[in-house]
């Protein structure tokens, strides 16, 4: 196993007391997979990367979780764990391209950056030939003559692209992208995860995928893991999640994605949205019992007493949830 | 476009709007100082400014023809840079004002690379470590520095360095073969100039970089493991000191302005002493030939600054700054 | 800086113009007195004078004068030897006009000159409009009298505004201009009073303050300095404090016809009320002694005898309430420079407790001198007025006169007696009878409470223990060509 | 009935790209019109054209059939029967009032005392269910959901008949997409207001419009019934969309 | 009322702001209160004159034996007073015009930027000599004059900051809902651009007292027997080997003030920042 995360717990200090964002959540990715992690906005998916990659905001806390990449463990309750693996064993690609390049420097400069710590002892020439190398690899037009443009002279799949060269260089063994194409539209998002895809295929390293849109979930990863209010609800192969969602969670999150094929009434105005009624819980105060339970629509009493362990979905080992429907008594 | 072409385009927009601030200031200037009360003669000879003599001095000047006819003489030469004859001394005022721009020049510059060679690296410290102690302290010293008014600061360092240690040299610009003796003489003034500017300049190095430094691409460096002294020092820096260079666009003509109560303080000659003792006698020519000349400085250097902004954040040639 | 062998003094005000009859302010004048060789030369240190370029002048009359020069003194910059074409080229400037006709700015200094005939190469003759003692002292002795060469004045043409060629004892080396100028001995020059330093060298520091510490950090040899200083310099290693009694004058004038200043009365009460006494203490640090009338004293035509007002307010009071006049508010003008400013609050205190409420306006010198054109002056009421003097009174009495009312005599006062005694005193040679008609006129001054006379002034110098300066007794005009090593 | 809006030949350009290149729509009264297209198509740009906040280089737009005038009158004309909501709808929401502050704007604006603004407001609030202590808020302290049923809110306060969305659910969870759909959803069943969606949702713009067109460097590639649209598409363009469009149905592919 | 009170509780609560209000406190209750406990600052006792700070003069005297103390504290109020004023006049009437050109744009724009080329392109001081000369000295014409040389600061900043609402849509929601420009010009751009706002007018206090004391000292100062800061400060220098505490205890002053006035804008800002003010 490529890497794997443990019981993973983080804490935002906040004037009003102290949210607890993560709580146990552990996470395995093989080698050259790509493990989709979903969830509502606030779930605290964000704060699974910036964790790995010791990137977390000066309120924030790890109190617990341990992380074994390419068989080196780290301990991510240190602070700064995983610092020597930034640019060399982990890479992370950014929501907005727009924001995640320098304005003032051509991407060149960035470029060639991150190579001075990927390999140090090169020279100046071998890690330009290098970064118009890895503009070739994402297929940017002219690699040459983008080396000396700036990032506002690219569109932004231009530069996302330029954002994933920079993943390529410094072959990484973990590669985490934090909702990589919501800022760009559909055409270039396809275009653009097929680019990641490709990377993982070409230096074979594991991908954590963040997104909250399951179409892109279902259509380009192995695997599968659900967030729910900083807990992991679910995880399995896509397939498997897919075809026999242990959780309500995971199921109504399907529902309520629409396919462009879905069924279209006559009179369009009488079209209708499957919604989750119901707002997340105060993640300062978990409340007892499964944490989806306020809003779920098969829950029972128990549901509200006894917070559910990670059970087995079906005979496949991979695929687990935290369901007391699934317990076996 | 291409960039140069781009580049090209904006420097022209830049120049032409440059000429017209040139122009509307010199009317400005023409009106305001035309419209000052006193008179030259009077001040120059006091009581020995007998009526005929009066006259004959304002004819001299030119003080007697139309206004309109005036504004133009004075527009006409000021553009060819004759600024005609100093009725004292008889000698081109361009020269009288060519005289002692070198070391009014010589004095902002000198205050300016102080201020920015000391106030960045105060700035980046700060920023490096908001909220700590360093950085308060520092951010009282900046303050303090900020707010002590030039005319104060001179006074102390006057005493302290030139009475007190006697390590520095007290009065005038020194000699000017003797670079040295320039140097020296240098200074006391430039550092009482500069010291506000270095306060200054590192509260907003210090601000604009802890902007910066929140910005999304740092963390992509991050990310990559750029070590964060890089981080600062070169990738958030070169960004943070685009708002830092436009001030200082109005810091020049704030140093020139300044530079009036040091040139007096430490009695050096300068355009600032010059144009102060030229309005004090009412010496409207040489006043009006030193404004054209500051104004025009104040107006270059603002677009070198922009000039300089373009190189620093390609963004703005491109017109999206 | 203590191996210095050539001095380096501060001078207060840039060259203006080098041209003798339109020079601006007495930097020029001493340097031209160094450079430029005059009939007769003032002594050091003295208002006595004896041949200079003049091997010799008679006394033919009242009104004439034969002068012959000495032979062989050269122009620098090769412009020949001195004649009597020289002389008359010099002179006739001031009674003609420039070479525009351009009337000079000291013309008046030679106003009793009539004409000069030359009746050899170096000899010729002066005539005089009317006898005058006047003409020597502030005319050919004078900066105003330097022979000029004709032949370099006229090549130059304006630049004579800059350049000055001399033929005594010094030349002006360099000049560059708002920083400094150096002086040089002419080794060309053969006369009586050969410089004696190599150079001098004036650095142009506008304020006394500053230069005082260039002074104190020994980059100076020689400085003048403000009153205030005094107790600091008085402690100064290797010093000599220099205290010269001044013959300037600083009044506060009242103007006569303006609303209840029109009264006599108030006019008195105005200067039983103000201290005088304070006024030198808290302006002047008390450093300066206070006047009691216009002429200085040493000057001809002192009235040592001139009532002391030393302040009363009981009389003032009792001299307001004759008039019956009460809330009195006048103007109080000055410049606004920090002696002019104490003097003013000083005043307005003092005014303030007799019940007169005075409003200062103080003015930068631009404005205030202004006043002096135009009938400006007319709404003055009470006004601080800092004159400078010549050792002629009738240079100081002249602006009294009431031909000066809208000009400069900004008391108005009219009185027919004082400008016919004026004139009497610009006439009259015999030196007992003229020091009757000053007096006389000085009592007349009195008589009109129009002025409260301050003070003389005073001059302070410190000097480096090797070097000795020269003044001419009124401290203002310095002999470079007689500083000396002490 | 006269269109709603008409659009013919509008262009627009900004220096060298051209935002609009001579579009040509009609929309329908009461209906709901969809526009779909990439990134940087034009669509906001037909949108703020639409509303009076571009002016045109080329071409002319009539609503409910009079041209429109770039005047304050006109605008203050307009602003009752066409109303806008932002893409942000925080950033729609000036920052520094209280809610109810912009609230009693309307009420200016459309001279009715402030009490009956409120009490409309409070129908709509009511429906839209947010609770009636939100106007006493600041913009920031409310939840993004909440703002844009603000904005939502504010845009009904003016009883407009045309409702102009500029991708109303971007950045949104599918769950609360869904509650924002519906809602509107609701408010055209009951009020039959003329709605157009701009987004590049293509799955939503087929269920909630009746027309829509695609868009592509500022010309409508294709148009037309959103049935036909989507299910036998003509040009190669809106195929290709189509087809990047990752689907929860197309599972496994990867 | 009691928005001030929740303002001032607000400012209270953050170290920097409780610092600011306690160096303005103390700048405030030193200008109003000072004369109380001190003489008549323009009573003249020559017998006295530069005595050393002791008990019947705390600060000591100057060159006319008034008693310092009582003149910094006149002085302070003057120049308070008269920088208060000036920020306060010209960052509303920068903030307007740089306004309505931010919002105008086009020829408009233009000129209001060209006009504050040319006024920034005169160094202040040497205006200052031009229209005091021209007018004539007192408050009248200072507040005049800073004011012309303020302006453009203000109105660069509120210009620039207009241009990016300008486009922003809240503004644009507010102009499709035919809301009165005065009133978007008023409710919406004016409190957005407040923030910088009144940061850079605390900033410049410091400045307009300085440039009060540079006048002074060029002799275009106050008319005695008024003081200000400036004016103390020159005394001071001219008589700084007679006795340097003026110089120093005007200084002090000024610093205290404008630390004060700085710390206490920038807590300001956070606070009237109603993003800032609810993370609290
Ligand atoms: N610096 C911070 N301080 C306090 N709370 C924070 C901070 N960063 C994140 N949070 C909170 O932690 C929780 C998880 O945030 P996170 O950004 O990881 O969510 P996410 O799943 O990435 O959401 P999104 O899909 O919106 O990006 C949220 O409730 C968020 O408000
Ligand atoms: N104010 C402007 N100045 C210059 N160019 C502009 C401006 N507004 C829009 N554009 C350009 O016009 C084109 C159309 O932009 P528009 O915002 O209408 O696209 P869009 O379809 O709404 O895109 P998105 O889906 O990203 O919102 C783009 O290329 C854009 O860069
Ligand atoms: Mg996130
Ligand atoms: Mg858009």
Redesign the interface.
Known sequence: MAISLRNLSVDYTLPQGTAHALRGVSLDIQKGEMLGLVGESGSGKSTVAFALMGLLANNARVTSGTATIDGRSFDLTKHNATAALRGRGMAMIFQDPMLSLNPVFTIGTQLCEVLRRRSPGSDRKTRVEMAEDALAKVKLSNPGRRMNQYPHELSGGMRQRVVIAMALLSEPALLIADEPTTALDVTVEAQIMREIIGLRDRIGCAVLLITHSLGLVTEYCDAISVLYAGEKLESGTVKEVQRRPGHPYTRMLFDCEVPIDRERHADASQNCFTVIAGDLPDPRQRPPGCIFNGRCDVSFEECAAVNPGDYPVGNDAGHSARCLRLQTP | MTRSQRTVAFIASRLASMVLTIAGATLLLFLMVRLVPGDFASVMLGPRATPELRAQIIHDMGLDRGMLEQLWLFASRAVTGNFGEDVVSHRPILDIVLDVIPNTLALAFSALTLALVVGIPIGVIAALKPGSWLDSGLALLSISFITTPTLVVSVILFLIFAIGLHWLPVAGAGDPGDVMDRLQHLILPSVALALGWVGYISRLVRAALLDTLAELHVRTLRAYGVSEYRIVGLYALKLALVPVVSILGIGLGDLIGSSVVVEIIFARSGIGSLIFNSIAQRNYPVVQACVVFIVAFYIVANLVVDMINALLDPRIAAGRG | AGARTNPIIAVDADIGNLDPGNRVGTTEGNIIRAVCQTLVRFEPGKTSWTNDAAKEIKQISDTEFDFELNPGQMFTGGFGEMTADDVKFTYDRYINGDKNGKKLAYADDLEALKSVEVTGKYTGKLVLKHPSAALWLIGICDASGAILSKKAAEQLGDKIATTLIGSGPMVLKEWRPKEQFVLAANPDYKGAYKAHFDEITGKIIPEHKTSFLSYQAKELDFTAFDADQLATAKGLPDTKVIDIPGIDYTWIGINVVKGDLADIKVRQAIRWAIDVDAIIQGAYSGATSRAKTLLAPGLLGNWADAPLYTRDVAKAQALLAETGKTGLTFTFTCLNDATSLAVAQIAQANLAEVGITLTINAMDSGAYWALGAGDASKDLELTLIPYTSKFDPSFQTQWFLASQIGLWNWQRWNSPEFDKLHQEGLETLDKAKREAIYVNMQKLLDESASCIWITHGRNFFVDAAWLKPMFLPNGKDWQFEFFDKA | MTDAISISNAQLRFGETAALDGVSLSIPQG??FGIVG???SGKTTLMRAV?G?QKLDQGEIRILGNPLVHS?AA??Q???FI??I???PA???????RIS?LMN??G??LREPHAATHERLRVILNRLGLPPGVIDK?P??ISGGQARRV?IA?ALL?KPSILIADEPTA?????????L??LL?DI??SQNITLIVIS?????V?????NAVVMRAGKVVEGGE??SL?GAPREDYTR???A??????????? | MSGLVVTLKRICSERDGRLGLAFTGFILVFALFGPLISPDPNAIDIKARFAAPGLAHLLGTDNLGRDLLARTSVGTRYALTLAVMIVVISSILGSLIGIVAGIAGGWVDRAVTAIFDIVNAFPPLILAFALIALYGKGSATFVLLVTVVFIPQFGRMARARAQTLRNLSFIEAERMLAVHPLTIVFRHYLPNVAGPIIVLASMNLPVVIAFEASLSFLGFGVQPPKSSLGTLIKDGFISINQSWWPTVAAALVLAIATLGATLLGEALRRVIDPKTAGAR
């Open positions: 209906t709901c990439e990134s940087g509303l906040l304050r605008l203050k307009r602003a009752s109303q806008p932002f893409q942000d950033a729609s929401l000036s920052p520094r009032s502050t704007e309307v200016t604006v600041y920031h302290e904005a504010r003016m950045g949104l969870d599918v769950s609360v997409q869904g509650d759909l519906n959803q055209r069943r590049h949702n293509l799955a939503i087929r269920l909630i419009a009746e959103v049935g989507f290709e969309l189509l990047a469009w990752p689907s929860v149905t197309h599972s496994g592919a990867g």
